[in-house]
């Protein structure tokens, strides 16, 4: 299934491409959190209309493609060590944000701990739909992603395209779901999960269609740059 690389490595004695990714991996975990704070426009799509997406999707894809280009070329086990090993960071800054939000107290002359608080602030129930959906959606990038192939190193791109949409459904489903079943509007009435869900989806979708394929392919390019052997 994956293509055989040199075991150029770093000091570590871990190949390049993976002490690289893993590094990057992890900044990324944390940063996809933070992102999310921001909601951001796509713009108006023929069809489907106008787009908006929390931000964080662009760091969470990008944890899609390095999970991906690590199964590629280190095979499925490997992919999913890495997936584990990221909720150490991100359970970790969710710890300290929880910290200096409401533990820490603010400079007598610093005025901004409400916004710094509604901005990066999660209550536990955000916070354990974020660990389920991110654990559950990046495993099954990575198992659909590693079956495509088929015991086979083909259709990189096209096996990187399905394996994300299907991840990010689930994460999208996941996430929603737990974060918001239950709460009320402020007329009380509950809050509609199904266009909740439907406009995440749409905007998701579309994003891992443009960014994914392109992605993917660069990344295992430069994966076995690095481990080339000089």
Partial sequence: MKDTVSTSAAPTGVPRSLFAFALLYGGLVVLAGVLG?????LGHWPVVGD????SGIFAFL???VLASA???LFGQDVANRLVRFG????ILSMCLLTFVIRVVPPA??????????????QGARMQFAGLISYGTSQTLNVYVFSKLAGGQGNLLMVRAWIASML???VDTLIFITISFWGVADASGQPLPLGAMMEGQIIAKLTLSTIMVPPLIWAFVRLGRRLDRTN
């Fill in 37 to 41: 704070t921001k909601i951001a426009s």
């Fill in 167 to 169: 991840s990010q459904i």
């Fill in 70 to 72: 690590v199964a590629e």
């Fill in 62 to 64: 990008l944890l899609v």
């Fill in 87 to 90: 909720f150490v960071p991100l």
């Fill in 108 to 121: 007598p002359f610093w005025s901004d701990q409400d916004a710094f608080a509604r901005l990066l602030g």
């Fill in 51 to 54: 787009l908006a997406v929390e």
